[in-house]
Structure formats: structure tokens, C-alpha cells
């Protein structure tokens, strides 16, 4: 015979202490008391309780008789646990109902007063939304102000590599999560994405600075290089100024 597995009571979950009246709070906490005591019953009895009780049990002799033969004891003289958890469901099951009783009870209490008083919560939200919507308002200006700066310091950086090299390119602010390879990181967490950043930035740079070199063609051209390119060529270019 399948055990029907035993279930809790289903709370609902009401807002913030500060919103809601105090006949209201005392309501939750008594439903909050009896939840608790339906726990704890569960809980301490769970041994009775359990869906799969019978098998449960059943292990439990089973591991008895072994150890009494192992010790030379006679293994029918021991107590069965099958037999005390059978004669005890009846009434665990039982005291059960009482305890799941009145935490339903308690949590209908709740949430009919509830809805009762639901309405009188809004002129108190309103007003604490017209706040907070202020509050985030200056929050991410300041939150864009900040990207704004480190976007500018990231400007300079990419500036002063970039002219450490070819020098190209003119100053301006860029995205604050430009890294050095002038790709965007890929995180999509801004905090993760400007700490990747920063530690990117950090590790030393190695300039790639313009050289001026001469064709040993015979031809006396002269151009300019990234050092790593003229490197490249070889004996086909002489390095003539740095």
C-alpha cells in the first residue's frame, strides 16, 4: 500500500513588517507559531511520518538482528521497530491533523484579515514610492556620472598607448569597458566588467613605437614602421632612427 506523503500548510507571503497594521502582525505571528509547531511535530516524528516509514524500519531490524548474531545474541529477542512504529502511527497521524489544523486555521485568519486591510497599505507605498523613485533617479546619474569618468581616464590611457605607437589617434572619452585590445568586455555585470578592465589596464604595455628605415633595395626609400613590423622585414630594411 503506497503512504501518502504528508505536506505542510501553504503560506503566503505578505510584505514588509513596516507596511502592514499590527492586528495584522499579530495575526502572522500566530500562524508563524503554528507552522512552527507543525515543523517541529514533523520533524521529532519523522521516523513515523515518513512516506517510506514501513522500509525505514524494516532497515532498522534488519541491522539489529545482524549485529545480535555478530555479538551471539539471539536476534528474536530484540524489539522490533517495525512493530513500535506501527502501533504508534495511528496516532502520531492522528495528533498530526490537530497540529495541521490550527497552523490552517491561523494562515486563513492571516490572509482573510488581509485582504481585509490590503487597501490601506497603497497611501503609505505611494509615498514611500514617490522616494525611493527619486532616490534611484539620483542614484544612477550618479551611477552614469561615475561610468562617465572612468570612461574618460580609460580615454586617456588608450590615448597615451596609442601614441606610444603610431599615434593616431585623437584624445576622447570611450566606453568605461574598453579594454586595451580596443574590444568591449563580453561581462555582463558593470562592476564585473569595469574590474576586468582595471586589472586589464593594469598589466605593463609594451609599446610597438614608429622607426624610421631605409629600403636596402638601393632604391633610398625611407618610411615609417611599427618597430615590430621593420623587425619583421628582416635584412630588406635598415633601422635608421628610432
Same mark, same amino acid.
Given at each position: 500500500?503506497?503512504?501518502?506523503?504528508?505536506?505542510?500548510?501553504?503560506?503566503?507571503?505578505?510584505?514588509? +513588517?513596516?507596511?502592514?497594521?499590527?492586528?495584522?502582525?499579530?495575526?502572522?505571528?500566530? +500562524?508563524?507559531?503554528?507552522?512552527?509547531?507543525?515543523? @517541529?511535530? @514533523?520533524?521529532?516524528?519523522? @521516523?513515523?511520518?515518513?512516506?517510506?516509514?514501513?522500509?525505514?524500519?524494516?532497515?532498522?531490524?534488519?541491522?539489529?538482528?545482524?549485529?545480535?548474531?555478530?555479538?551471539?545474541?539471539?536476534?528474536?529477542?530484540?524489539?522490533?521497530?517495525?512493530?513500535?512504529?506501527?502501533?504508534?502511527?495511528?496516532?502520531?497521524?492522528?495528533?498530526?491533523?490537530?497540529?495541521? %489544523?490550527?497552523?490552517?486555521?491561523? $494562515?486563513?485568519?492571516?490572509?482573510?484579515?488581509?485582504?481585509?486591510?490590503?487597501?490601506?497599505?497603497?497611501?503609505? %507605498?505611494?509615498? $514611500?514610492?514617490?522616494?525611493?523613485?527619486? %532616490?534611484?533617479?539620483?542614484?544612477?546619474?550618479?551611477?552614469?556620472?561615475?561610468?562617465?569618468?572612468?570612461?574618460?581616464?580609460?580615454?586617456?590611457?588608450?590615448? +597615451?598607448? @596609442?601614441?606610444?605607437?603610431?599615434?593616431?589617434?585623437?584624445?576622447?572619452?570611450?566606453?568605461?569597458?574598453?579594454?586595451?585590445?580596443?574590444?568591449?568586455?563580453?561581462?555582463?555585470?558593470?562592476?564585473? %566588467?569595469?574590474?576586468?578592465?582595471?586589472?586589464?589596464?593594469?598589466?605593463?604595455?609594451?609599446?610597438?613605437?614608429?622607426?624610421?628605415? $631605409?629600403?636596402?633595395?638601393?632604391?633610398?626609400?625611407?618610411?615609417?614602421?611599427?618597430?615590430?613590423?621593420?623587425?619583421?622585414?628582416?635584412?630588406?630594411?635598415?633601422?635608421?632612427?628610432?
Amino acid at each position: 500500500m503506497n503512504e501518502q506523503i504528508l505536506h505542510g500548510v501553504d503560506r503566503t507571503t505578505l510584505p514588509p +513588517a513596516e507596511y502592514l497594521p499590527a492586528q495584522l502582525m499579530e495575526l502572522q505571528r500566530a +500562524a508563524d507559531a503554528a507552522d512552527e509547531r507543525l515543523d @517541529d511535530f @514533523d520533524i521529532e516524528h519523522d @521516523d513515523i511520518l515518513a512516506a517510506n516509514w514501513r522500509q525505514r524500519a524494516e532497515a532498522v531490524d534488519r541491522a539489529a538482528g545482524a549485529k545480535a548474531v555478530r555479538d551471539g545474541h539471539d536476534p528474536l529477542k530484540l524489539r522490533s521497530e517495525v512493530e513500535r512504529v506501527t502501533k504508534l502511527r495511528p496516532a502520531v497521524l492522528g495528533a498530526r491533523q490537530v497540529f495541521y %489544523a490550527e497552523a490552517y486555521a491561523a $494562515e486563513n485568519a492571516l490572509t482573510r484579515a488581509y485582504r481585509a486591510v490590503a487597501a490601506s497599505l497603497e497611501p503609505k %507605498a505611494i509615498k $514611500e514610492l514617490r522616494a525611493r523613485v527619486g %532616490a534611484a533617479e539620483e542614484a544612477y546619474a550618479a551611477y552614469q556620472s561615475a561610468l562617465d569618468a572612468v570612461g574618460e581616464t580609460v580615454g586617456v590611457l588608450a590615448h +597615451a598607448r @596609442d601614441w606610444q605607437s603610431d599615434g593616431r589617434r585623437d584624445w576622447g572619452p570611450v566606453s568605461p569597458f574598453v579594454l586595451p585590445n580596443g574590444q568591449r568586455s563580453e561581462k555582463n555585470d558593470p562592476p564585473s %566588467a569595469l574590474r576586468e578592465g582595471l586589472a586589464a589596464w593594469e598589466v605593463p604595455h609594451r609599446p610597438d613605437p614608429l622607426v624610421t628605415v $631605409e629600403s636596402l633595395s638601393g632604391n633610398g626609400v625611407r618610411m615609417e614602421l611599427k618597430r615590430s613590423q621593420a623587425v619583421a622585414l628582416g635584412d630588406s630594411v635598415k633601422i635608421i632612427s628610432d
